[in-house]
């Protein structure tokens, strides 16, 4: 609360709260990725990220868990193969992500 | 300070996302060596026809290029995502195999593939189509310029002698599956990408 020139109270707008499930760093990098393709397998995003495969498995669990990505698992010339896409969830968290990022940041990102 | 690192670390999160959104929509398959294979496939289907007439020449080497096609692309497919477009793309070029089969297949074995000049318009102008929705898709220039080889080609041959369609036809099939695939593949391996990605 700030108080103005006439004294009169006015209170700060409110700003938004980052999703901790987007936030995290690695979870963002798999969310972006996989909002620009139809679906990915689990060696494409551990090339793009760079991560190793047990954090990468861990971060594409969390993201799982909260419903922002669907798993399907199948079998090409008997070699198993472990597709990501996001989901209609993930794809809304990610751009509420985008919405609160662009209000907190405000001013610093305008041309 | 921190209120600065804390705006410089949001600024980088936004960052990461238009270059992870970006970088998922760029990455494309790499397809230049499907356009050899089928390009060396068709000399095969051309030599074997020319060499004893056989029906079977054109079905046989048609489809074991689509199993080689198959298994290969199959294999590599876990390196690259699927997209809206690479699916797209794909479908066109699955279409065209599907079709080239069937319809050599039957024209082979009721015995109406007797003119050299029909039936070599008739692939000159099935491929010039396939090129041509995938170059007006990906806007890709080098891709229209072979399908619009594959058009020459089809009027073309349909004029002179036996001789000369043979040979515009086995010009055009250097052009625009040799030449472009090995253009493709050069392309790929300096990680180039032109206009639009390789897409058979």
Same mark, same amino acid.
């Given at each position: 609360?700030?108080?103005?020139?006439?004294?009169?109270?006015?209170?700060?707008?409110?700003?938004? #709260?980052l999703?901790?499930v987007v936030h995290?760093?690695?979870?963002?990098?798999?969310l972006?990725?996989?909002?620009?393709? #139809? $679906?990915?397998?689990?060696t494409?995003l551990?090339?793009?990220?760079?991560?190793t495969?047990?954090?990468?498995?861990? $971060?594409?669990?969390?993201?799982?868990e909260?419903?922002?990505?669907?798993?399907?698992?199948?079998?090409?010339?008997?070699?198993? $193969?472990?597709?990501?896409?996001?989901t209609e969830a993930?794809?809304q968290?990610?751009?509420?992500?985008?919405q609160?990022?662009k $209000?907190?940041l405000?001013?610093?990102?305008e041309p | 300070?921190?209120?600065?690192?804390?705006?410089q670390?949001?600024?980088?999160?936004?960052?990461?996302i238009?270059?992870?959104?970006a970088?998922?929509?760029?990455?494309?398959?790499?397809w230049? @060596?499907?356009?050899v294979? @089928?390009?060396?496939d068709?000399?095969? =289907?051309?030599?074997?026809?020319? @060499?004893?007439?056989?029906? @079977?020449?054109w079905p *046989?080497t048609?489809?074991?290029?689509? +199993?080689?096609t198959?298994v290969?692309?199959s294999?590599?497919?876990?390196?690259h995502?699927?997209?809206?477009?690479g699916?797209?793309?794909?479908c066109?070029w699955?279409?065209?195999?599907?079709?080239?089969f069937l319809?050599f297949? =039957?024209?082979?074995l009721?015995?109406?593939?007797?003119d050299?000049?029909?039936?070599?318009?008739?692939?000159?102008?099935?491929l010039g189509?396939?090129?041509?929705a995938s170059?007006?898709?990906?806007?890709w220039?080098i891709q229209?310029?072979c399908a619009?080889?594959?058009w +020459? =080609?089809?009027v073309?041959?349909?004029?002179?002698?036996d001789?000369?369609?043979? *040979?515009?036809i086995l010009a055009?099939?250097?052009?625009?599956?040799?030449?472009?695939? +090995?253009?493709?593949?050069? =392309?790929d391996?300096?990680?180039?990408?032109g206009r639009?990605?390789?897409?058979?």
């Amino acid at each position: 609360m700030r108080r103005g020139a006439e004294g009169a109270v006015r209170s700060m707008p409110e700003l938004p #709260e980052l999703n901790p499930v987007v936030h995290g760093r690695l979870r963002l990098a798999l969310l972006s990725l996989l909002a620009g393709v #139809e $679906q990915a397998e689990f060696t494409w995003l551990r090339a793009k990220t760079e991560a190793t495969d047990g954090n990468l498995g861990a $971060q594409l669990l969390k993201l799982e868990e909260a419903g922002y990505v669907a798993v399907e698992k199948k079998f090409v010339l008997r070699k198993p $193969q472990t597709l990501y896409r996001i989901t209609e969830a993930g794809r809304q968290a990610l751009t509420e992500y985008v919405q609160a990022l662009k $209000q907190l940041l405000g001013p610093a990102i305008e041309p | 300070m921190q209120d600065h690192t804390t705006e410089q670390e949001l600024k980088d999160r936004l960052s990461l996302i238009e270059n992870m959104i970006a970088e998922g929509r760029r990455d494309t398959e790499s397809w230049g @060596w499907v356009f050899v294979l @089928w390009g060396v496939d068709y000399y095969f =289907a051309l030599a074997w026809s020319a @060499w004893n007439h056989s029906a @079977w020449a054109w079905p *046989i080497t048609i489809l074991v290029a689509v +199993v080689i096609t198959v298994v290969v692309a199959s294999s590599k497919a876990g390196n690259h995502p699927r997209t809206t477009m690479g699916r797209a793309i794909g479908c066109i070029w699955i279409a065209l195999g599907i079709s080239m089969f069937l319809l050599f297949l =039957a024209l082979g074995l009721s015995g109406r593939l007797t003119d050299q000049h029909l039936f070599f318009a008739v692939i000159a102008a099935i491929l010039g189509m396939a090129n041509g929705a995938s170059a007006l898709i990906l806007r890709w220039k080098i891709q229209l310029a072979c399908a619009a080889a594959w058009w +020459v =080609a089809a009027v073309a041959t349909c004029f002179g002698t036996d001789a000369q369609s043979m *040979i515009v036809i086995l010009a055009a099939i250097f052009l625009c599956q040799i030449v472009f695939g +090995v253009y493709g593949v050069i =392309a790929d391996a300096q990680g180039r990408r032109g206009r639009g990605p390789v897409h058979a």
